[in-house]
């Protein structure tokens, strides 16, 4: 069994796979501090709940878009599960080429996501991931990565329209009964909402029309990705452990 975690801004989400199979998932939040003892009792107790000795893990795999938590975040993996972690990043194989004017900028979850959908659903591939932010990854024939569109996240938008104003107030993100909306919390979840799926399908319009790729596979991951997916023709799949499983992947290409 291995353990692979993906950090991102809000949530650390957990997997351990038993083979290609994704035994067990859990997350915790990233934004608590945490010192690497933390993590590492959190950690064990999650795995043990999930009927997983720490012990038996023969090896761990992190992504992370959040450097501030990495130094008591490998610290608690190599003491409390006994692995060597490895870690997302220059040096790595992937198996993807990515190009582009800054290809050291780009994240580590974008890199994983895009590692996923080329070796589960080959190319070409769109990658839309629903997480803080929103992204829209191009991976083309030869896995070849260099196109990438990055968004506010649906809970961003909805935290701007709380923190910024004097009088709306924090809402739950969910699809309202009609776009016709009456009053205030509607009104923002019907605005969060479609104004979502109206973005989705533009820029995968435009996507398809500026590159000239019209047989594209267009995957949804993330949070908030079934909830937008299952409302616009314009996703083919909603596959939500899309990330866990790049992360799976790639520990396979460098495991020695």
Same mark, same amino acid.
């Given at each position: 069994m291995i353990l692979v975690v993906d950090v991102g801004n809000t949530n650390l989400t957990w997997g351990v796979y038993d083979g290609k199979a994704l035994k067990a998932t859990f997350r915790m939040t990233t934004k608590t501090p945490r010192t690497s003892d933390e993590y590492g009792v959190l950690l064990t107790e999650m795995l043990r709940n999930h009927g997983v000795d720490p012990m038996e893990l023969e090896g761990s795999i992190v992504a992370s878009v959040v450097p501030d938590?990495?130094?008591?975040?490998?610290? @608690? %993996?190599?003491?409390? &599960?006994?692995?060597? +972690?490895?870690?997302?990043?220059?040096?790595? *194989? /992937?198996?993807?080429?990515?190009?582009?004017?800054?290809?050291?900028?780009?994240?580590?979850?974008?890199?994983?996501?895009?590692?996923?959908?080329?070796?589960?659903?080959?190319?070409?591939?769109?990658?839309?991931?629903?997480?803080?932010?929103?992204?829209?990854?191009?991976?083309?024939?030869?896995?070849?990565?260099?196109?990438?569109?990055?968004?506010?996240?649906?809970?961003?938008?909805?935290? @701007? %329209?709380?923190?910024? &104003?004097?009088?709306? +107030?924090?809402?739950?993100?969910?699809?309202? *009964? /009609?776009?016709?909306?009456?009053?205030?919390?509607?009104?923002?979840?019907?605005?969060?909402?479609?104004?979502?799926i109206g973005q989705t399908e533009y820029i995968v319009r435009k996507i398809k029309e500026e590159s000239g790729i019209r047989n594209l596979k267009v995957i949804a991951t993330g949070g908030l990705g079934r909830l937008i997916a299952e409302e616009t023709d314009s996703i083919d799949v909603y596959d939500p452990s899309l990330t866990l499983d790049g992360l799976r992947i790639i520990y396979e290409k460098n495991k020695r």
């Open positions: 938590v990495m130094h008591a975040l490998l610290g @608690a %993996l190599r003491r409390y &599960t006994n692995t060597k +972690p490895m870690n997302v990043g220059p040096g790595i *194989k /992937t198996g993807i080429k990515v190009a582009g004017e800054d290809p050291k900028g780009i994240g580590a979850d974008r890199i994983v996501d895009v590692v996923a959908a080329y070796e589960k659903y080959g190319a070409p591939a769109l990658v839309l991931d629903f997480g803080t932010a929103t992204t829209y990854d191009l991976v083309t024939e030869g896995g070849n990565f260099n196109v990438g569109v990055t968004a506010p996240g649906i809970k961003i938008s909805s935290e @701007a %329209l709380w923190k910024e &104003t004097a009088k709306l +107030p924090n809402v739950e993100i969910k699809k309202p *009964k /009609t776009i016709l909306a009456q009053e205030t919390i509607t009104s923002m979840q019907a605005g969060l909402f479609y104004g979502q």
